[in-house]
């Protein structure tokens, strides 16, 4: 549950960099998708037409605060957001570093708490720093969404075992990997890793088809989803013969003849 | 009255930044305002007396992830 909503389809799906509004929209239909991040812009050509798409899709929209750099800005951000899209959720981010796009976990926590007292469903786009998240929690964010490799980088899962011990830390508290994901068996991973959603953008808009991608994606994301439930069984360091023994042939030559 | 309005320089005959939307031909019910870093809500806008100088942003819904 995100906020108290039950998403049927847990990839969550960006909007930016498609190389048409039409392929835009199609690829959220090919998704399956539920759930479209947007932001907040200068008004610029086509504003009209977009607004028009998000409204078409039938999807719920999750707001961002992207390219903040100060918790100030991010509030701002936030509040003008809420007012356009008619909507409590933000998806908070507050950038500390512009080569790796890396969240400012100070300001990300100090925007969060602000945001949380002012009635704001808050997704923190934070770190798998396991203290961040504890912090985050305190300030009254209800989902966390650690990254798996810096934005647009296309890197899957750089910390693995940092992201399961997050699962294992948080059990109650719905996770979502975003961005860094360049390729659907990175977020089915996600999934199996026990992460409730997989937010992502640039691995479905830059792909050479982004239609055909979005469904890989999200048939890759129901996959884990239903691997995790399934339950994986558990890894060995040696082989474990999985054909029995009991009742095979004896083949070897007989002695004595 | 000069004043900057999503980074643009401009010469304003608006006295309030609801007069500043309609003069500058923005969708009023389509946008979000801030005056100087700060937000200011819809209802807020008739009331809100510009001053020489004041930063403003006037946004609206984009792509992005």
């Known amino acids: 549950m995100f906020y108290g909503v039950e998403l049927e389809s847990r990839l969550m799906l960006g909007t930016a960099q498609y190389p048409s509004p039409a392929v835009l929209q199609q690829a959220i239909q090919a998704s399956g998708t539920e759930v479209i991040t947007v932001s907040l812009r200068r008004e610029g050509q086509g504003g009209a037409g977009f607004r028009d798409l998000i409204a078409a899709s039938g999807c719920r929209i999750l707001p961002n605060t992207a390219g903040c750099h100060t918790a100030a800005e991010a509030v701002t ?109 990175q977020a089915a991973q996600a999934m199996e890793l026990g992460y409730d959603a997989v937010l992502l953008n640039t691995a479905v808009a ?52 | 009255m000069q004043v900057d309005v999503n980074g643009q320089g401009v010469t304003v005959q608006a006295v309030t930044l609801a007069d500043l939307l309609t003069e500058q031909g923005f969708e009023a019910a389509a946008v979000a305002t801030a005056v100087n870093g700060q937000f200011v809500p819809r209802p807020s806008r008739a009331n809100h007396t510009l001053s020489d100088g004041d930063r403003i942003e006037v946004l609206s819904p984009m792509q992005g992830g």
């Open chain 1, 77 to 185: 951000t936030a509040q003008m957001a809420r007012e356009v899209f008619q909507t409590n959720w933000i998806k908070l981010e507050v950038i500390g570093h512009a080569d790796t796009l890396q969240p400012d976990p100070f300001a990300l926590v100090e925007a969060a708490r602000v945001l949380c007292a002012d009635g704001f469903e808050v997704f923190p786009y934070t770190t798998e720093d396991l203290i961040l998240g504890e912090k985050l929690v305190e300030a009254g964010c209800q989902v966390l969404m650690p990254w798996g490799a810096p934005i647009g980088s296309g890197q899957g899962l750089r910390n693995i075992d940092g992201l399961r011990a997050m699962r294992a830390h948080f059990p109650d508290i719905p996770l979502v990997v975003d961005a860094g994901i360049g390729a659907p068996s």
């Open chain 1, 206 to 257: 830059k792909a050479l088809d982004p239609v055909a991608m979005a469904a890989a994606f999200g048939q890759a994301v129901r996959a884990g989803q239903m691997a995790a439930q399934a339950g994986l069984m558990p890894r060995r360091d040696m082989a474990a013969a999985s054909t029995p023994i009991f009742g095979m042939a004896d083949f070897s030559a007989s002695e004595g003849m």
